[in-house]
Nanobody, 115 residues
Framework: QVQLVESGGGLVQAGGSLRLSCAAS????????MGWYRQAPGKQRELVAT???????SYTDSVKGRFTISRDNAKNTVYLQMNSLKPEDTGIYFC?????????WGQGTQVTVSS
Protein backbone atom coordinates (compact mmCIF):
# COMPACT_ATOMS: atom_id res chain seq x y z
CA GLN A 1 0.00 0.00 0.00
CA VAL A 2 1.39 3.36 -1.00
CA GLN A 3 2.11 5.79 1.82
CA LEU A 4 3.18 9.41 1.86
CA VAL A 5 6.11 10.03 4.16
CA GLU A 6 6.72 13.56 5.38
CA SER A 7 9.81 15.05 6.94
CA GLY A 8 11.34 18.40 7.80
CA GLY A 9 9.09 19.73 10.53
CA GLY A 10 10.40 21.07 13.81
CA LEU A 11 10.76 24.02 16.13
CA VAL A 12 12.02 27.31 14.75
CA GLN A 13 12.09 30.92 15.88
CA ALA A 14 10.00 33.55 14.16
CA GLY A 15 11.73 34.73 11.01
CA GLY A 16 13.38 31.38 10.47
CA SER A 17 12.97 28.80 7.73
CA LEU A 18 12.02 25.16 7.33
CA ARG A 19 11.76 22.88 4.34
CA LEU A 20 9.16 20.13 4.32
CA SER A 21 9.38 17.08 2.09
CA CYS A 22 6.76 14.48 1.20
CA ALA A 23 7.61 11.36 -0.76
CA ALA A 24 5.47 8.46 -1.90
CA SER A 25 6.65 5.02 -0.75
CA UNK A 26 5.68 3.49 -4.09
CA UNK A 27 4.38 4.39 -7.50
CA UNK A 28 1.07 6.21 -7.88
CA UNK A 29 -0.86 6.18 -11.12
CA UNK A 30 -2.19 9.40 -12.53
CA UNK A 31 -0.99 12.08 -10.15
CA UNK A 32 -2.57 15.35 -11.22
CA UNK A 33 -1.48 17.66 -8.43
CA MET A 34 0.16 17.77 -5.03
CA GLY A 35 -0.56 20.01 -2.12
CA TRP A 36 0.17 21.01 1.44
CA TYR A 37 -2.44 21.60 4.13
CA ARG A 38 -2.06 22.65 7.74
CA GLN A 39 -4.12 22.42 10.87
CA ALA A 40 -3.57 24.74 13.79
CA PRO A 41 -4.75 23.77 17.29
CA GLY A 42 -8.50 24.18 17.57
CA LYS A 43 -8.89 25.12 13.91
CA GLN A 44 -9.96 23.38 10.74
CA ARG A 45 -7.47 22.03 8.27
CA GLU A 46 -6.70 24.60 5.56
CA LEU A 47 -5.11 24.43 2.15
CA VAL A 48 -1.71 26.13 2.07
CA ALA A 49 -0.37 25.51 -1.44
CA THR A 50 -0.82 23.32 -4.49
CA UNK A 51 1.21 22.48 -7.57
CA UNK A 52 0.01 20.76 -10.73
CA UNK A 53 1.89 18.28 -12.88
CA UNK A 54 2.71 21.13 -15.22
CA UNK A 55 4.12 23.25 -12.43
CA UNK A 56 1.28 25.71 -11.90
CA UNK A 57 1.24 26.82 -8.27
CA SER A 58 -1.28 28.46 -5.99
CA TYR A 59 -1.04 29.70 -2.40
CA THR A 60 -3.31 30.85 0.33
CA ASP A 61 -2.96 34.60 0.84
CA SER A 62 -1.31 34.38 4.24
CA VAL A 63 1.78 32.57 2.88
CA LYS A 64 2.23 34.29 -0.48
CA GLY A 65 5.75 35.62 -0.86
CA ARG A 66 7.03 33.48 2.03
CA PHE A 67 6.35 29.85 1.05
CA THR A 68 7.32 28.06 -2.13
CA ILE A 69 5.93 24.72 -3.25
CA SER A 70 7.89 22.59 -5.69
CA ARG A 71 7.89 18.99 -6.90
CA ASP A 72 10.10 16.30 -8.39
CA ASN A 73 7.85 14.27 -10.66
CA ALA A 74 10.44 11.54 -11.16
CA LYS A 75 10.69 10.98 -7.41
CA ASN A 76 6.98 11.53 -6.64
CA THR A 77 8.07 14.10 -4.09
CA VAL A 78 6.68 17.48 -3.15
CA TYR A 79 8.45 20.15 -1.12
CA LEU A 80 7.39 23.21 0.81
CA GLN A 81 10.04 25.83 1.47
CA MET A 82 8.87 28.08 4.30
CA ASN A 83 10.69 31.35 4.93
CA SER A 84 10.01 34.27 7.26
CA LEU A 85 7.99 31.99 9.49
CA LYS A 86 5.50 33.50 11.92
CA PRO A 87 3.97 32.08 15.10
CA GLU A 88 0.63 31.82 13.28
CA ASP A 89 2.22 29.31 10.89
CA THR A 90 2.34 26.82 13.75
CA GLY A 91 0.42 23.62 13.14
CA ILE A 92 0.51 20.14 11.74
CA TYR A 93 1.37 20.14 8.05
CA PHE A 94 -0.05 17.42 5.80
CA CYS A 95 0.81 16.64 2.22
CA UNK A 96 -1.79 15.39 -0.24
CA UNK A 97 -1.51 13.80 -3.67
CA UNK A 98 -4.46 14.23 -6.03
CA UNK A 99 -4.54 11.19 -8.32
CA UNK A 100 -7.02 10.10 -10.97
CA UNK A 101 -8.83 7.48 -8.88
CA UNK A 102 -8.16 8.59 -5.31
CA UNK A 103 -6.41 10.97 -2.99
CA UNK A 104 -3.50 10.21 -0.67
CA TRP A 105 -2.67 11.91 2.61
CA GLY A 106 0.54 12.03 4.60
CA GLN A 107 0.59 11.42 8.33
CA GLY A 108 1.47 15.01 9.18
CA THR A 109 4.53 16.75 10.52
CA GLN A 110 4.56 19.29 13.33
CA VAL A 111 5.79 22.82 12.68
CA THR A 112 6.16 25.09 15.70
CA VAL A 113 7.22 28.72 15.37
CA SER A 114 8.18 30.48 18.59
CA SER A 115 7.90 34.23 19.02
Amino acid sequence: QVQLVESGGGLVQAGGSLRLSCAASGSIFGINAMGWYRQAPGKQRELVATITTGGTTSYTDSVKGRFTISRDNAKNTVYLQMNSLKPEDTGIYFCKFFATYREYWGQGTQVTVSS
